[in-house]
C-alpha cells in the first residue's frame, strides 16, 4: 500500500519541477520566411513566422516598415496554424526593409522581434 503512494508523491515533485517552465514559456520563433537577411525577388512576399507554442492571433500583429521607413501594418491570416503568424505583402519596391512581429502566447506572454530583408 506504501508503493502507491510514493508514486504518487514522485510525480507530485517531477511535476513541480518540471512542470512550471513549460507552463511560462515563451512563444519564440522557430523558424521564418523569409529568414533574416534574406534577398527576395519580386515584388511580393510570402510572411509565414512558425513559434514554438500557440499564439493567440487576434492580439498578434504585423508591419512591414519600407526602406523609407513608412509603417504598412499587415493582415495576419486567419486560417494560419495554432503555432503560425502568416501574411502575403505585395507590391514592394526593391530594398531593405524589416518585418516587425509581435505576438501573445496563450501563456499571455507578449514577445516581439524584427526580421530584415531585402528586396530586388
Not at 522557430?30 to 534577398?39: K, Q
Not at 526593409?97 to 505576438?103: E, G, M, P
Amino acid at each position: 500500500m506504501g508503493a502507491p503512494f510514493k508514486i504518487t508523491i514522485s510525480t507530485f515533485v517531477l511535476s513541480c519541477l518540471v512542470g512550471p517552465h513549460a507552463a511560462w514559456a515563451h512563444a519564440i520563433i522557430v523558424s521564418s520566411a523569409p529568414v533574416a537577411g534574406a534577398t527576395v525577388s519580386g515584388d511580393a512576399v510570402a510572411i509565414r513566422l512558425h513559434f514554438n507554442s500557440r499564439i493567440d492571433h487576434a492580439r498578434s500583429k504585423l508591419t512591414l516598415l519600407a526602406p523609407g521607413g513608412t509603417a504598412q501594418p499587415l493582415t495576419p491570416a486567419a486560417d494560419a496554424p495554432v503555432d503560425e503568424l502568416n501574411a502575403d505583402a505585395a507590391h514592394l519596391s526593391s530594398g531593405a526593409w524589416r518585418l516587425r512581429w509581435q505576438v501573445l502566447s496563450v501563456d499571455g506572454h507578449i514577445t516581439r522581434g524584427d526580421i530584415p530583408f531585402n528586396v530586388r
